[in-house]
């Protein structure tokens, strides 16, 4: 309810005046889904005919640093006025990446991100953005009132860090590419593991799976490899997302680079179990299962095991595979991972 609490102070102070309909039952997102997705559509192509019944009278938008940018649709209609002039036949070349939803009654508020659509060529930047739309039901139709665009900066970072040094060093096509969350950062020994292949690590600690996924065309299709390795789903699961917003990340993973990469191999590493993160242990459990169902009859998408031998004579997992906090690797934990890796990349051969 805090969120709605927000939303109502948000509806009553930062908007023009807006008339609610009555309260009723909390609607399925798939309408206020299908509204946000027909918005990006006609926005992209600066449709303003089509984006006029998507907005609430008066609807509003604010910029990075919260200040008022004044009526959503003249602000709308001037970016399509300035893309005509310039000969562009559309908006900037993203596409909503993850969607979430919240609603009750007759308000509703869509938490975007956007990335790198799929036309845009490996190694472009393009830096991500965060969009929140906040909806009003209005005579049973819905329409966005309020929009807010920021840009995702978290991993702004190390991403840089990866692109000053793949322009120092680039790394040879055909690799291995390592990709994921902070025990792919922590997996230090991956080249001793790996010597007969050209490995490139790219983790970046605390990121989810659809983190890899937005910036998958900055630092994994670039280098063109014959295969990526993700580790991802860990902090997603320990973060309250479920086992399907996992393996719904994965699959957009997975078209991603194969959109770019259509012959290249993927594997998944399942989520670990943890000593620090146990109680949450049966939610990843699940998320490994839905991801090897999906791994099962998918062309060149292959899942790997760490968790059963990680729990071969432990359950929870021995401490000896942990640092002293319980959650990230030791040399033995990435021993046993390089255990299970290993025939997978001889099978490719």
Same mark, same amino acid.
């Given at each position: 309810?805090?969120?709605?609490?927000?939303?109502?102070?948000?509806?009553? !102070?930062?908007?023009?005046?807006?008339?609610?309909?009555? #309260?009723?039952?909390?609607?399925? #997102?798939? =309408?206020?889904?299908?509204?946000?997705?027909?918005?990006? /559509?006609?926005?992209?192509?600066?449709?303003?005919?089509?984006?006029?019944?998507?907005?609430?009278?008066? !609807?509003?938008?604010? +910029?990075?640093?919260?200040?008022?940018?004044?009526?959503?649709? %003249?602000?709308?209609?001037?970016?399509?006025?300035?893309? %005509?002039?310039?000969?562009?036949?559309?908006?900037?070349? $993203? &596409?909503?990446?993850?969607?979430?939803?919240?609603?009750?009654? #007759?308000?509703?508020?869509?938490?975007?991100?956007?990335?790198?659509?799929?036309?845009?060529?490996?190694? *472009?930047?393009?830096?991500?953005?965060?969009?929140?739309?906040?909806?009003?039901?209005?005579?049973?139709?819905?329409?966005?009132?309020?929009?807010?665009?920021?840009?995702?900066?978290? &991993?702004? +970072?190390?991403?840089? !860090?990866?692109?000053?040094?793949?322009?120092?060093?680039?790394?040879?096509?055909?690799?291995?590419?390592?990709?994921?969350?902070?025990?792919? $950062?922590?997996?230090?020994?991956?080249? /001793?593991?790996?010597?007969?292949?050209?490995?490139?690590?790219?983790?970046?600690?605390?990121?989810?799976?659809?983190?890899?996924?937005?910036?998958?065309?900055?630092?994994?299709?670039?280098?063109?490899?014959?295969?990526?390795?993700?580790?991802?789903?860990?902090?997603?699961?320990?973060?309250?997302?479920?086992? =399907?917003?996992?393996?719904? +990340?994965?699959?957009?993973?997975?078209?991603?680079?194969? %959109?770019?990469?259509?012959?290249?191999?993927?594997?998944?590493?399942?989520?670990?179990?943890?000593?620090?993160?146990?109680?949450? &242990? #049966?939610?990843?459990?699940?998320?490994?299962?839905?991801?090897?169902?999906?791994?099962?009859? !998918? +062309?060149?998408?292959?899942?790997?095991?760490?968790?059963?031998?990680?729990?071969?004579?432990?359950?929870?997992?021995?401490?000896?595979?942990?640092? /002293?906090?319980?959650?990230?690797?030791?040399?033995?934990?990435?021993?046993?991972?390089?255990? *299970?890796?290993?025939? &997978?990349?001889?099978?490719?051969?």
């Amino acid at each position: 309810m805090y969120l709605f609490q927000r939303l109502s102070v948000l509806v009553a !102070a930062a908007l023009p005046v807006v008339v609610l309909a009555a #309260p009723v039952a909390a609607q399925e #997102p798939a =309408e206020i889904v299908a509204l946000s997705t027909a918005f990006e /559509a006609a926005r992209s192509a600066g449709d303003e005919a089509a984006l006029r019944p998507l907005l609430a009278d008066g !609807a509003t938008s604010f +910029d990075a640093r919260g200040n008022a940018r004044g009526l959503l649709v %003249r602000e709308l209609a001037a970016a399509a006025a300035r893309r %005509r002039h310039a000969g562009q036949t559309s908006a900037e070349p $993203v &596409w909503v990446v993850s969607r979430e939803v919240a609603a009750e009654g #007759p308000c509703a508020v869509v938490m975007e991100l956007l990335g790198a659509s799929p036309e845009v060529p490996p190694g *472009v930047a393009i830096n991500p953005l965060r969009r929140t739309l906040v909806c009003v039901q209005r005579d049973d139709a819905w329409q966005i009132t309020h929009i807010h665009t920021s840009p995702y900066t978290r &991993w702004a +970072d190390p991403i840089q !860090a990866y692109v000053d040094q793949d322009r120092q060093e680039p790394p040879k096509p055909e690799g291995i590419v390592f990709v994921g969350s902070s025990s792919i $950062v922590g997996w230090k020994t991956l080249a /001793a593991d790996f010597p007969a292949y050209n490995v490139i690590g790219r983790g970046f600690g605390g990121s989810q799976m659809i983190d890899s996924v937005l910036y998958a065309h900055q630092i994994v299709t670039p280098y063109r490899p014959r295969a990526v390795v993700v580790y991802a789903g860990d902090n997603d699961i320990t973060a309250g997302r479920s086992a =399907e917003d996992l393996l719904a +990340d994965f699959q957009l993973f997975v078209e991603t680079i194969h %959109r770019a990469l259509p012959q290249t191999r993927i594997a998944y590493l399942t989520i670990k179990p943890s000593i620090q993160r146990w109680q949450v &242990w #049966p939610e990843m459990q699940r998320a490994n299962a839905l991801v090897r169902d999906f791994a099962d009859g !998918a +062309d060149l998408v292959d899942y790997l095991d760490i968790a059963g031998p990680m729990l071969e004579s432990h359950a929870p997992p021995p401490p000896e595979l942990f640092l /002293a906090d319980g959650l990230h690797l030791s040399e033995q934990g990435y021993a046993l991972w390089a255990a *299970v890796v290993t025939p &997978w990349l001889a099978s490719l051969d």
